[in-house]
């Protein structure tokens, strides 16, 4: 796709620069609405008794004394909600074979993992409907509880959901080429190892919240909602609490950060809103951080074994690989909890010139929080095993990690193409991302001060990942399965009388700048300062249709959007102005809020067209109608997802006495396309970065034998703080998609995505003069140790 | 993750706090930095009915030197202790410790009295007491105690105050020309509790050596000491003598390792 070049040369565009985001100001001044800023009257507090155990039958609950507490308006259990609120199951059908139960919003006669809802409680503060939680008595059976993956599937495992038969949820299997021949050929080494990868979770600094407002006299719901897809949660809350889609309406605004946090169906929101509309009046849950630990949706936990096939020189001829996953005692509504999986057969090896794959996925289920897709989904993964496995196999055959990746990735002028496993693949530099990255971290004295600095027992290493991140995804992502998951977003843009812009669009603000780049497109694109351009996302009532912001979708399709909104707009007011000037329009452009020629010079500010057509129409034709608004909505079409590339390196050094990792310095090349704005585009790719290393070195979800969750609590889940992280570097390749006139892919998860690989391959670097390596994340100080002792 | 109810006192002295104290049997607890307290209590971990705040207590505060003792008020404050002169000239040890504990939000409010009443094993004022061979001024309606922080510290969050009494202050011997100390923490990250630490304080040859982080409490082990000037090697095996933590950050042979990382470290640093 093409668009008029001066989308991105004008003089006033704003595409390209680093403008920083407007509501930067506003949020450090504390004035951000997050969904616990929002008191409405009459408002009253919602807290939950939830399952002490992993997996035990409910045998009774007493509410009596409870309800006589000071302040309770309501308590509801499992089996009051069930005419309420219809049960919900996380599968779509392009994911053949995935099964999960029906789930309810407060559990029914059985609790499968510690954390679920149990018990509602209403009362008008919080701390009385905590109160009032301490006085509900539950009687609890406890049943064995299915904890460990790699037993899940055994036959004298307790089954969760026994109509099933077993506890798989799901299972794939991938093969191209014929990996065996290629691993048996003469010359090739086969290297083996398994990789083990702790579960975790994704922190937002605001925790999830809802408040849920009931209107009778309309039948209207209201949602404040603390989350990435309104729409989505629109057609949620709508079928499964029996109202007319268009009688639900989700604000998201502000949001505090969400990481595929927020968008799932959480029982204890769905009941919060189910409590609204039977006592008629607006009801508050924010989780607490306990809560956040043991509901919200934990990613990762996969145990994988895999196999890389090399030749003497270095030319991969193959991987095969095995993931078994846990993920909880349901797949999560409605996105399904066998995406990380799938991404994981999909993606593996994806970067490099592969003729023989070969990749077995299943599905467990368990009595532990439940999994879906946190930032990265499968990616970090997926990353991690192939690159993993490459470097092992350079250090086999004596090769430069670089060298390697040089020799097997995929040429920059190979496009368009598939990967071994079928995805299509175009505008991807994986070549030059790597050259720049090496150029950039001055690679050739990394190594010799690496060399020098091991002479004095310092173990510093160097670790690389080639990656792709899936991007943009088109309907096959999720609306092709039957989720109610729009792929497309739109984007309105409106003239003000006073020349000013309105624009709303479906994509959401969750602290990364959404708002901002869609103000530098409407801005550049059409005409105005950017200070002259308010930005509305966020509501499903004063918004377009679309999916949000996720999958690194948001840039690149409501982006996408917004220029084809603008430039129909402009192409509107050009034609009022034209017969306003008595000219033809393509002889006239808009700059800095003007009418003006091609030249720049002024002919008609906005705001006098603007007036003259909304005040004084009777100075213009009759047969003129002139239409100050345009709406325009966008989707990828030729491709399922628009991949992007990066090359990225990590500089570790290595306590062998403490097993402690200190994280150097770390560089990311990425090429996401078009960069809109470098500032907003570095910070994503930082972000991403850190919570990268949070789950390579930190970040780890422990359960007891019993699926007890141990450390939920700051204090001792670690997530990565400010003053461990190193100094990030962050370089662009800019190969825009074909896909958009804008070009833009996402760039959210890459820093997330690569990251750990590039961590684990430093760290084997730095262990290799020991003979130890290391294929376990986190990677803790302790099995730091138990690694460097093994090779003793 | 809101505390239950409960009511809150706050006396203008200590007589009046013993009094409160007394008053409530055991349903009061003081409130002094509230950097454990309060969690504690939002957690629901802890439920007292009244809170009596040591805030207005004077008594509580303030660092002198007396003679060969510097005697720190209970309520005196991590950040008093990180500026004040008494404390950086005749207690070094406290001043290498301070950026270790925490974040300066918590510093600005917790007390050296919070910290030794909690208890908690893994925080370094008890460990530093143990070092330095502090004693523990105590209050209660039996009057005035002091007790030796060798004898203070029971086990997990557990010590010899009764509940009625308040700790008044540290009173800790002044370090002489002839002494040196050492200080070494391991965490995975900055200001988090130590996975192993140690503070050390030398008197000529003789060593007092408290570990912290590793055990149910801060702990010295006698047999290390007396070995430890001579063969450092030797005095680590005496670490089998302390019962090792095994949680979900490090089990019981780490942490051994890790507490003899730090004590070597610690011991090079004070000679280097
Ligand atoms: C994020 C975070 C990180 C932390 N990291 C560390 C760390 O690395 N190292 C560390 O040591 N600590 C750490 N702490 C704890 C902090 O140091 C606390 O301040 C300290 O443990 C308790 O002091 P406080 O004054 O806040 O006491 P409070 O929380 O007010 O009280 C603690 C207990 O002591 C009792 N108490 C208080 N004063 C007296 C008194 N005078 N007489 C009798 N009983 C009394 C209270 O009743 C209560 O039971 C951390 C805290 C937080 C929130």
Same mark, same amino acid.
């Given at each position: 796709m093409t668009g008029p070049a001066h989308i991105f040369d004008k003089p006033n565009r704003?595409?390209?620069?680093?403008?920083?985001?407007?509501?930067?100001?506003?949020?450090?001044?504390?004035?951000?609405?997050?969904?616990?800023?929002?008191?409405?009257?009459? $408002?009253?507090?919602?807290? !939950?008794?939830?399952?002490?155990?992993?997996?035990?039958?409910?045998?009774?609950?007493?509410?009596?004394?409870?309800?006589?507490?000071?302040?309770?308006?309501?308590?509801?259990?499992?089996?009051?909600?069930?005419?309420?609120?219809?049960?919900?199951?996380?599968?779509?059908?392009?994911?053949?074979?995935?099964?999960?139960?029906?789930?309810?919003?407060?559990?029914?006669?059985?609790?499968?993992?510690? &954390?679920?809802?149990v018990v509602m409680v209403i009362a008008t503060s919080r701390a009385l409907a905590e109160d009032a939680c301490e006085l509900v008595e539950v009687d609890y059976e406890e049943l064995p509880a299915v904890v460990d993956t790699e037993t899940a599937l055994d036959a004298d495992t307790p089954v969760i959901h026994p109509e099933f038969g077993n506890n798989l949820a799901w299972e794939r299997d991938v093969v191209a +080429?014929?990996?065996?021949?290629?691993?048996?050929?003469?010359?090739?080494?086969?290297?083996?190892? =398994?990789?083990?990868?702790?579960?975790?979770?994704?922190?937002?600094?605001?925790?999830? +919240?809802?408040?849920?407002?009931?209107?009778?006299? =309309?039948?209207?719901?209201?949602?404040?909602?603390?989350?990435?897809?309104?729409? $989505?949660?629109?057609?949620? !809350?709508?079928?499964?609490?029996?109202?007319?889609?268009?009688?639900?309406?989700?604000?998201?605004?502000?949001?505090?950060?969400? !990481?595929?946090?927020?968008?799932?169906?959480?029982?204890?929101?769905?009941?919060?809103?189910?409590?609204?509309?039977?006592?008629?009046?607006?009801?508050?849950?924010?989780?607490?951080? !306990?809560?956040?630990?043991?509901?919200?949706?934990?990613?990762?936990?996969?145990?994988?074994?895999?196999?890389?096939?090399?030749?003497?020189? &270095?030319?991969?001829?193959?991987?095969?690989?095995?993931?078994?996953?846990?993920? &909880?005692?349901?797949?999560?509504?409605?996105?399904?909890?066998?995406i990380e999986c799938n991404q994981i057969l999909n993606l593996t090896g994806a970067p490099y010139n592969l003729d023989n794959y070969r990749a077995k996925g299943r599905v467990v289920f368990q009595n532990k929080t439940l999994m879906c897709q946190y930032r990265g989904v499968g990616h970090p993964i997926a990353m991690a095993v192939a690159d993993g496995l490459l470097d092992d196999a350079a250090r086999a055959i004596g090769m430069d990690p670089v060298a390697v990746r040089h020799l097997n990735l995929m040429a920059d002028d190979s496009y368009p193409r598939a990967s071994a496993t079928g995805m299509k693949l175009d505008d991807l530099s994986h070549q030059k991302a790597l050259t720049k990255l090496t150029d950039i971290m001055d690679y050739k004295g990394l190594r010799e001060k690496q060399t020098e600095d091991r002479k004095n027992g310092i173990y510093r290493g160097i670790g690389f990942?080639?990656?792709?991140?899936?991007?943009?995804?088109?309907?096959?992502?999720?609306?092709? +399965?039957?989720?109610?998951?729009?792929?497309?977003?739109?984007?309105?843009?409106?003239?003000?009388?006073?020349?000013?812009?309105?624009?709303?669009?479906?994509?959401?603000?969750?602290?990364?700048?959404?708002?901002?780049?869609?103000?530098?497109?409407?801005?550049?694109?059409?005409?105005?300062?950017?200070?002259?351009?308010?930005?509305?996302?966020?509501?499903?009532?004063?918004?377009?249709?679309? +999916? &949000?912001?996720?999958?690194?979708?948001?840039?690149?399709?409501?982006?996408e959007a917004m220029l084809q909104a603008a430039q129909a707009l402009k192409d509107q007011v050009l034609a009022v102005a034209a017969v306003m000037l008595q000219t033809s329009a393509d002889k006239l452009d808009i700059q800095d809020g003007a009418v003006t020629d091609p030249d720049g010079t002024l002919r008609l500010p906005l705001a006098d067209l603007a007036r003259t057509v909304y005040y004084r129409g009777n100075e213009l034709p009759n047969d003129l109608n002139p239409e100050l608004i345009a709406t325009r909505h966008y989707r990828v079409t030729d491709f399922p997802f628009v991949f992007t590339n990066g090359a990225m390196a990590a500089h570790v050094e290595v306590d062998t006495a403490t097993g402690f990792i200190k994280v150097l310095h770390f560089w990311a090349v990425e090429d996401c396309g078009r960069v809109i704005n470098p500032l907003l585009v570095d910070e994503q790719i930082r972000g991403g970065v850190v919570q990268g290393i949070g789950g390579a070195l930190y970040e780890e979800c422990q359960y007891s034998e019993d699926g007890q969750m141990l450390n939920a609590t700051m204090a001792d889940y670690m997530v990565p703080m400010a003053s461990e992280m190193p100094d990030i570097t962050v370089a662009h390749i800019e190969t825009p998609t074909k896909t958009s006139v804008l070009g833009a892919k996402g760039a959210g998860e890459a820093g997330t995505g690569g990251a750990p690989a590039a961590i684990l391959n430093a760290v084997n670097d730095a262990l290799s003069p020991l003979n130890a390596s290391i294929w376990q994340m986190p990677m803790t100080p302790e099995r730091v140790l138990n690694a460097i002792d093994a090779a003793k | 993750?809101?505390?239950?109810?409960?009511?809150?006192?706050?006396?203008?002295?200590?007589?009046?706090?013993?009094?409160? *104290?007394?008053?409530?049997?055991?349903?009061?607890?003081?409130?002094?930095?509230?950097?454990? *307290?309060?969690?504690?209590?939002?957690?629901?971990?802890?439920?007292?009915?009244? *809170?009596?705040?040591?805030?207005?207590?004077?008594?509580?505060?303030?660092?002198?030197?007396?003679?060969?003792?510097?005697?720190?008020?209970?309520?005196?404050?991590?950040?008093? *202790?990180?500026?004040?002169?008494?404390i950086l000239a005749d207690v070094p040890l406290i001043g290498m410790a301070l950026p270790h504990i925490a974040h300066d939000a918590i510093r600005n409010r917790g007390t050296i009295g919070g910290s030794l009443a909690l208890a908690d094993p893994a925080a370094e004022m008890p460990a530093l007491m143990l070092a330095l061979d502090a004693a523990i001024e105590v209050v209660g309606a039996n009057g005035t105690r002091l007790i030796k922080a060798d004898n203070f510290f029971l086990s997990y969050f557990e010590t010899v105050l009764e509940k009625d009494e308040l700790i008044t202050a540290v009173v800790i011997p002044t370090a002489s020309n002839t002494q040196s100390f050492g200080f070494c923490e391991l965490t995975q990250r900055h200001g988090d509790y130590a996975l192993a630490g140690v503070a050390v304080s030398r008197t000529d040859a003789k060593y007092r050596i408290a570990f912290f982080g590793v055990a149910d409490r801060a702990v010295r082990v006698a047999a290390l000491e007396d070995t430890v000037g001579d063969d450092l090697e030797k005095a680590l095996a005496h670490l089998d003598e302390i019962e090792f933590t095994d949680d979900g950050k490090a089990n019981a042979a780490t942490r051994q390792r890790l507490a003899g990382v730090a004590l070597t470290r610690a011991l090079e640093e004070m000679t280097s």
């Amino acid at each position: 796709m093409t668009g008029p070049a001066h989308i991105f040369d004008k003089p006033n565009r704003y595409i390209g620069k680093s403008s920083p985001r407007a509501d930067a100001a506003r949020l450090l001044q504390g004035r951000g609405k997050f969904v616990d800023d929002v008191t409405l009257p009459r $408002m009253v507090h919602a807290a !939950f008794l939830r399952s002490p155990f992993a997996h035990a039958t409910i045998t009774a609950i007493d509410t009596a004394e409870a309800k006589d507490a000071p302040g309770v308006i309501a308590i509801y259990t499992g089996h009051d909600l069930t005419d309420h609120v219809t049960p919900y199951v996380g599968v779509l059908t392009h994911l053949k074979g995935l099964r999960s139960a029906p789930q309810h919003p407060l559990a029914v006669d059985v609790a499968r993992w510690q &954390g679920e809802p149990v018990v509602m409680v209403i009362a008008t503060s919080r701390a009385l409907a905590e109160d009032a939680c301490e006085l509900v008595e539950v009687d609890y059976e406890e049943l064995p509880a299915v904890v460990d993956t790699e037993t899940a599937l055994d036959a004298d495992t307790p089954v969760i959901h026994p109509e099933f038969g077993n506890n798989l949820a799901w299972e794939r299997d991938v093969v191209a +080429g014929d990996i065996d021949a290629a691993f048996a050929a003469s010359g090739v080494q086969v290297i083996d190892r =398994e990789f083990r990868f702790g579960r975790h979770t994704g922190v937002t600094l605001e925790s999830r +919240g809802t408040l849920c407002d009931f209107d009778p006299s =309309e039948n209207e719901l209201t949602v404040y909602y603390s989350g990435q897809a309104p729409h $989505m949660m629109q057609v949620i !809350f709508a079928t499964h609490l029996d109202l007319p889609e268009e009688n639900v309406r989700v604000i998201s605004n502000d949001v505090g950060g969400s !990481f595929g946090i927020k968008i799932h169906t959480y029982g204890d929101e769905i009941a919060t809103a189910a409590a609204a509309k039977l006592l008629k009046r607006p009801v508050k849950f924010i989780a607490d951080r !306990f809560e956040s630990f043991v509901t919200d949706i934990h990613a990762r936990d996969h145990v994988i074994k895999a196999r890389i096939g090399v030749t003497n020189d &270095g030319d991969i001829v193959g991987i095969d690989l095995d993931d078994l996953t846990g993920v &909880g005692p349901f797949s999560m509504y409605p996105r399904t909890s066998a995406i990380e999986c799938n991404q994981i057969l999909n993606l593996t090896g994806a970067p490099y010139n592969l003729d023989n794959y070969r990749a077995k996925g299943r599905v467990v289920f368990q009595n532990k929080t439940l999994m879906c897709q946190y930032r990265g989904v499968g990616h970090p993964i997926a990353m991690a095993v192939a690159d993993g496995l490459l470097d092992d196999a350079a250090r086999a055959i004596g090769m430069d990690p670089v060298a390697v990746r040089h020799l097997n990735l995929m040429a920059d002028d190979s496009y368009p193409r598939a990967s071994a496993t079928g995805m299509k693949l175009d505008d991807l530099s994986h070549q030059k991302a790597l050259t720049k990255l090496t150029d950039i971290m001055d690679y050739k004295g990394l190594r010799e001060k690496q060399t020098e600095d091991r002479k004095n027992g310092i173990y510093r290493g160097i670790g690389f990942v080639s990656m792709v991140e899936v991007t943009n995804p088109s309907p096959m992502f999720y609306g092709v +399965g039957g989720a109610s998951i729009a792929s497309q977003d739109g984007a309105t843009v409106r003239l003000d009388a006073g020349g000013a812009l309105h624009v709303a669009s479906s994509i959401t603000e969750q602290g990364q700048g959404t708002n901002a780049i869609l103000a530098q497109i409407a801005a550049g694109v059409f005409g105005v300062a950017l200070n002259r351009v308010k930005v509305t996302t966020g509501d499903t009532k004063t918004t377009p249709y679309g +999916g &949000g912001t996720w999958a690194s979708r948001g840039a690149g399709i409501g982006g996408e959007a917004m220029l084809q909104a603008a430039q129909a707009l402009k192409d509107q007011v050009l034609a009022v102005a034209a017969v306003m000037l008595q000219t033809s329009a393509d002889k006239l452009d808009i700059q800095d809020g003007a009418v003006t020629d091609p030249d720049g010079t002024l002919r008609l500010p906005l705001a006098d067209l603007a007036r003259t057509v909304y005040y004084r129409g009777n100075e213009l034709p009759n047969d003129l109608n002139p239409e100050l608004i345009a709406t325009r909505h966008y989707r990828v079409t030729d491709f399922p997802f628009v991949f992007t590339n990066g090359a990225m390196a990590a500089h570790v050094e290595v306590d062998t006495a403490t097993g402690f990792i200190k994280v150097l310095h770390f560089w990311a090349v990425e090429d996401c396309g078009r960069v809109i704005n470098p500032l907003l585009v570095d910070e994503q790719i930082r972000g991403g970065v850190v919570q990268g290393i949070g789950g390579a070195l930190y970040e780890e979800c422990q359960y007891s034998e019993d699926g007890q969750m141990l450390n939920a609590t700051m204090a001792d889940y670690m997530v990565p703080m400010a003053s461990e992280m190193p100094d990030i570097t962050v370089a662009h390749i800019e190969t825009p998609t074909k896909t958009s006139v804008l070009g833009a892919k996402g760039a959210g998860e890459a820093g997330t995505g690569g990251a750990p690989a590039a961590i684990l391959n430093a760290v084997n670097d730095a262990l290799s003069p020991l003979n130890a390596s290391i294929w376990q994340m986190p990677m803790t100080p302790e099995r730091v140790l138990n690694a460097i002792d093994a090779a003793k | 993750m809101k505390a239950p109810d409960f009511d809150y006192l706050r006396p203008a002295n200590l007589d009046a706090a013993l009094a409160m *104290l007394a008053e409530h049997d055991g349903n009061a607890v003081p409130l002094a930095g509230g950097q454990s *307290l309060m969690p504690m209590m939002n957690f629901r971990v802890a439920a007292p009915e009244v *809170l009596i705040d040591l805030a207005d207590v004077a008594e509580l505060r303030g660092i002198t030197r007396n003679g060969d003792h510097v005697r720190i008020g209970a309520m005196t404050r991590y950040v008093q *202790l990180s500026k004040d002169p008494i404390i950086l000239a005749d207690v070094p040890l406290i001043g290498m410790a301070l950026p270790h504990i925490a974040h300066d939000a918590i510093r600005n409010r917790g007390t050296i009295g919070g910290s030794l009443a909690l208890a908690d094993p893994a925080a370094e004022m008890p460990a530093l007491m143990l070092a330095l061979d502090a004693a523990i001024e105590v209050v209660g309606a039996n009057g005035t105690r002091l007790i030796k922080a060798d004898n203070f510290f029971l086990s997990y969050f557990e010590t010899v105050l009764e509940k009625d009494e308040l700790i008044t202050a540290v009173v800790i011997p002044t370090a002489s020309n002839t002494q040196s100390f050492g200080f070494c923490e391991l965490t995975q990250r900055h200001g988090d509790y130590a996975l192993a630490g140690v503070a050390v304080s030398r008197t000529d040859a003789k060593y007092r050596i408290a570990f912290f982080g590793v055990a149910d409490r801060a702990v010295r082990v006698a047999a290390l000491e007396d070995t430890v000037g001579d063969d450092l090697e030797k005095a680590l095996a005496h670490l089998d003598e302390i019962e090792f933590t095994d949680d979900g950050k490090a089990n019981a042979a780490t942490r051994q390792r890790l507490a003899g990382v730090a004590l070597t470290r610690a011991l090079e640093e004070m000679t280097s």
